[in-house]
């Protein structure tokens, strides 16, 4: 087991002292909330829940800043991170001094959760990125206690799904960093992308397959840093596509709602109104009458 310094203040939400059976091959072995504390500190080695094959552990820091030691490496954690603890590692956590955190977390075990993991290639002692994974630790602190037998295969289920949805955010923000190394974000990626085409055909659906992100985090990252949602700049992108092809005269709203793939020309008019802040067949009578301008 670990050798326990300090853990400070701390609500223990669900503990279990040994194995149980899984009907999916993953269970959780304690949840909880950590208060701020200036003396928390805790050392894992890799013997570390060597009962149980090895504890992964998830953290949400809500408040405050603590660091990681791992690997001959200083982490510094703050408010907004999700933290990623693998198994059977050397890893030491402690709250800093002045400001300590506070933090929800989870420990899951299990051949699922080692498949998981090895499945997503995540090799590293630790990874830590800006996530707001406090609701889904909460769901499962929940699920746990209200756990019954009538509920219990459908809690795991959910659980076991919470936890690959938080594995999946790690692989992101591990992609994210590699292309930030490369030159260019994950957000700026997609907006160079979307900016490339010569019609914005395209949904979130097909940029998730298309640079092999998870949806929610492209929107979170997107919104980021550019402060729109990328679905958002989309439309704004048709809504310029349009107002070029109402510029022809000849061209039909009807021709320019098709070829912007919109369902109806009554959903592409106000689609059109709410970015430009005028109906296409007005814009279009504006320009032509030549009282508009493009960039209206």
Same mark, same amino acid.
Not at 30 to 57: D, K, L, N
Not at 137 to 151: C, D, F, R
Not at 164 to 170: A, G, N, Q
Not at 214 to 231: C, E, M, Q, T, V
């Given at each position: ?181 490369? @030159?260019?974000?994950? #957000?700026?990626?997609? /907006?160079? !992308?979307? *900016? $490339?085409?010569?019609?914005? %055909? ?74 430009? @802040?005028?109906?296409? #067949?007005?814009?279009? /009578?504006? !320009?032509? *009458? $030549?009282?508009?301008?493009? %960039?209206?």
């Amino acid at each position: 087991m670990a050798h326990v310094k300090n853990l400070g203040k701390e609500n223990i939400v669900f503990f279990l002292n040994r194995p149980e059976s899984s009907p999916n091959g993953m269970y959780f072995t304690q949840g909880g909330i950590t208060y701020p504390s200036p003396e928390y500190c805790f050392i894992r080695t890799p013997r570390s829940g060597i009962f149980w094959g090895g504890v992964y552990v998830f953290e949400y820091i809500i408040s405050g800043k603590g660091y990681i030691e791992t690997d001959g490496q200083i982490y510094t954690v703050s408010a907004g991170d999700t933290v990623f603890l693998n198994s059977l590692r050397d890893i030491t956590y402690y709250a800093d001094s002045e400001d300590p955190y506070k933090k929800i977390w989870v420990n899951f075990v299990g051949k699922l959760s080692k498949g998981m993991v090895d499945g997503l290639s995540l090799d590293k002692n630790v990874y830590i990125f800006k996530y707001h994974s406090e609701p889904l630790i909460k769901e499962i602190h929940g699920l746990h206690t209200g756990m019954g037998i009538a509920n219990r295969f459908d809690s795991y289920d959910r659980m076991a799904s919470i936890v690959f949805k938080l594995l999946l955010e790690v692989k992101a923000s591990v992609r994210e960093t590699t292309q930030s190394e490369s @030159g260019l974000t994950a #957000a700026e990626r997609v /907006k160079e !992308f979307i *900016d $490339g085409l010569a019609i914005p %055909n395209i949904n979130l659906d097909d940029i998730s397959v298309q640079f092999g992100f998870n949806k929610n985090y492209l929107i979170h990252s997107f919104k980021r840093r550019y402060g729109i949602p990328p679905n958002q700049y989309i439309i704004s992108k048709k809504i310029e596509s349009a107002k070029r092809m109402l510029m022809e005269k000849d061209t039909t709203i009807t021709e320019v709602s098709n070829a912007l793939n919109y369902s109806s020309t009554q959903h592409f008019s106000k689609s059109f109104r709410l970015v430009a @802040g005028v109906s296409p #067949a007005a814009y279009k /009578k504006m !320009f032509h *009458d $030549g009282g508009g301008t493009q %960039n209206m």
